[in-house]
């Protein structure tokens, strides 16, 4: 009897570790320092794990942003065109069939170059935050509840388990650098800079009191974004890929106004590979 129980709560207890996702992060990395990696070291590697699992997920996005910003001058025609014919009418049944009709020419364009619709990337940019949500939660309970943590860390960040206020402007300044260099490679518009900068100052301001650990992992992934992104926009790793090529922003061809006959042969589609 006693052994059945023994059993019963073997296996409760395995399933409890199994839901509890924050409790991953916290065994892995006192598992890494029983092997003689640093704490901070165990985060770093971590991290570059997690990333590496999620490289697919990486692949796609590239896909999609070099879709949008070569298809650009397309989708400019496709909202003005869309904006002339909303216009002639009143009927607000009607502007409801323009406006889906728009979206759906706007998807199959994006789909033939490599790029998503609307509900797909959604779904990939919500994929990624469960993953920063457990790693965020595993590493303040690790910082809470294991002491080494306050010895863990090198140079002026030997505390992890502390606030260090340097590192939260260095947090937001990874996070606008990605933004900043998808931008010069043509794979992001001009406003997301701003958009970015703004979002980068309050990420600055709110996460003052988070531990250094955490932003260890914050600023480390936003590096490994910052030299994914360089990497991927290398022509011969796109054309392994099958990521389209993009214009630098200079070089984008002028949107011209055309007729609905012209539309799309103001400049040759790069048809991708099969």
Known sequence: ?????DTVAQSTRW??????????????????SELGVPY??????????????MMPLTIIQQRNAAANAYLKPEMDILKE????????????????????QHWKDREGLLKRHGGMGVSRQLFVALAQAPVFVVFFMGLGRL???????ATGGFGPILDLASPHWFLSPLTGLSMFANTWLMTKLGLASDNSILVSA??????????????????????TSNLLSCALTAVLSMDSVRDTLNIIKVRPPATQP?????????LFKHRPIQQRSP
């Open 143 to 149: 910082a809470a509840s294991d002491p080494a943590m």
């Open 254 to 262: 002028t949107v011209v106004k055309v007729t609905n006959q012209q």
């Open 15 to 32: 399933l409890d570790n199994i839901l509890d996702l924050p409790q991953a992060p916290v065994d892995l990395i006192q598992w890494l």
């Open 1 to 5: 009897m006693t052994d059945a129980g």
């Open 198 to 219: 703004g979002f980068s100052l309050v990420i600055a301001l709110l996460t003052f009191k988070l531990s250094a650990g955490v932003h260890l992992y914050w600023i």
């Open 81 to 100: 065109r869309f904006q002339a014919q909303a216009a002639k009418t009143s009927s607000a049944e009607l502007k409801q069939a323009l406006t889906m």
């Open 40 to 53: 901070w070291g165990g985060i770093v590697l971590m991290t570059l794990g997690v990333r590496a699992l």
